[in-house]
Nanobody, 116 residues
Framework: QVQLVESGGGLVQPGGSLRLSCAASGSDFSIYSMGWYRQAPGKQRELVATIRGGIRNYADFVKGRFTISRDSAKNTVYLQMNSLKPEDTAVYYC???????????WGQGTQVTVSS
């Protein structure tokens, strides 16, 4: 089993920055990819960014503003969010895809609110 614990959400003004963290723990697992998704009220969950090895993938609406990174030694993934907009307001979920089963694991979610 894999557990994901997120931190770093909160309230920020438009144009501000936040950094999300997600630490994975468990016994004897290998990671295919880690990433971040978000879900705004009344909307479906959508991909924000993923990282697999050195390959980063971003949704178009965050390109140039968000940066995903990973500390493999700590099994931790980060999401640096800059130039935040009100439309970035959502619950952000950490995702891990495990090898060899390609099973998906999710964190509990962390609220990000962008408002003046």
């Amino acid at each position: 089993q894999v557990q994901l614990v997120e931190s770093g959400g909160g309230l920020v003004q438009p144009g501000g920055s936040l950094r999300l963290s997600c630490a994975a723990s468990g016994s004897d697992f290998s990671i295919y990819s880690m990433g971040w998704y978000r879900q705004a009220p009344g909307k479906q969950r959508e991909l924000v960014a993923t990282i697999r090895g050195g390959i980063r993938n971003y949704a178009d609406f965050v390109k140039g503003r968000f940066t995903i990174s990973r500390d493999s030694a700590k099994n931790t993934v980060y999401l640096q969010m800059n130039s935040l907009k009100p439309e970035d307001t959502a619950v952000y979920y950490c995702n891990l895809v495990r090898l060899p089963t390609m099973s998906h694991y999710w964190g509990q979610g962390t609220q990000v609110t962008v408002s003046s």
